[in-house]
């Protein structure tokens, strides 16, 4: 992703985690330093901002400074120049970053769905909507397609949308409208007719009833290759991850044990109240930030599968970015799981 889109510790939480886990007291540890970008405003940083809240960073001998950064492109120069030690970047914007030679690699993952929504204007006539996928996608047909950017991964999963469905992507006009914010008026004002977005949009047009959500991508709705398909993850310089082993891996415990505590669900108004603090939502009440949160929490998770990598790398290659696909080895840390469940 060329942009990223997309967000007090508690002492009940802190004991419940306790119990789960056992690690050598943070006290007994020699302190290790580490900077963390994460997306100001975004409920896509949320496992950097559980694991800092809710101090497993600390529990874990880290003292981590939480540093905001805007962009997809920010995130890799910040790392790539060692300004910042972890970022949270998509996959297709580290293949193309190794692909150039950057020294990066992730370290672990953040998603294990695509978090995105197709959003259908107000007003739009989508009489093939109760059939669902891939049966919708004819009303969308000649009409206007919003993406963040051209030739970004957003406009190539849009254009799968379509593919998939058996339409071609000349078959619709593709409309560069930028982030969801800008996406937002142009959707009011029919300027385009559908926009893929990261939440909290897509939780808006539904509660205001100013649109309709048509395929859902992280509930397994739209073309099977992005089914539980992962889309980004936490990078680290090459330095880093060869020369302090030991912070690495403090660092991905941390977001571990924050995984295991926000999936669950005993924890979710706590988690709730937690995101509220660093996304609020005005459009929104509370009960459907809670509700968003909730559906949320299933598209996070700390694994790194060869099949979002390799169905990553085949989209770049489709759409002419790539020469020819990456195997995970050159992308990933040899330390990253393929897969990952909280112990009982």
């Known amino acids: 992703m060329r942009v990223g ?53 600390e529990k874990n001998g880290l003292a981590v400074e939480l540093v905001p950064i805007s962009s997809g492109p920010a995130m890799t120069a910040a790392v790539a120049s060692g300004s910042v030690t972890f970022v949270n970047n998509s996959w297709d914007n580290l293949i193309l970053a190794v692909d150039k030679g950057l020294p990066v690699r992730a370290v672990t993952g953040s998603t294990v769905k695509v978090p995105f929504a197709l959003i259908a204007r107000k007003g739009l006539a989508l009489p093939h909507a109760p059939e669902g996928y891939p049966a919708v996608i004819k009303d969308l047909v000649g009409k206007n397609w919003g993406v963040l950017a051209l030739g970004v991964s957003i406009h190539f999963i849009s254009q799968m949308v379509l593919t998939d469905a058996g339409f071609k992507p000349g078959d619709v006009t593709f ?24 939440e909290p949009l897509p939780s808006i047009v539904v509660a205001n009833k100013s649109g309709t959500v048509v395929v859902d991508l992280a509930r397994n709705q739209g073309p099977k290759a ?59 009440s509370d009960a459907a930030y809670k509700d968003m949160v909730n559906r949320l929490l299933p598209t996070f998770g700390p694994e790194i599968t060869t099949r979002t990598i390799d169905t990553w790398s085949r989209l770049l290659v489709d759409n002419k970015l790539l020469a020819a696909p990456k195997p995970r080895a050159d992308l990933v840390a040899a330390t990253v799981r393929e897969s990952f469940s909280c112990p009982n």
């Open 226 to 284: 992005l089914h539980d398909l992962g889309y980004n993850g936490w990078w680290a310089s090459t330095s880093t991850i060869s020369g302090k082993p030991e912070l690495v891996s403090r660092f991905t415990k941390s977001l571990e044990e924050a995984y295991c505590w926000y999936s669950n669900p005993a924890n979710l108004d706590q988690v709730v109240a937690l995101m509220q603090k660093f996304a609020k939502v005005s459009d929104l």
């Open 175 to 198: 409309l560069a409208v930028g982030l969801p914010n800008t996406a937002r008026p142009a959707l009011e004002r029919g300027t385009i007719d559908t926009y893929l977005s990261i």
């Open 5 to 57: 889109i997309v967000a007090g510790a508690l002492v009940l939480g802190l004991m419940a985690a306790a119990t789960v886990f056992t690690t050598k007291p943070a006290e007994a540890q020699e302190k290790l330093s580490a900077s963390v970008g994460y997306y100001p405003g975004a409920l896509i940083s949320m496992p950097a901002l559980v694991a800092n809240e809710m101090k497993f960073f």
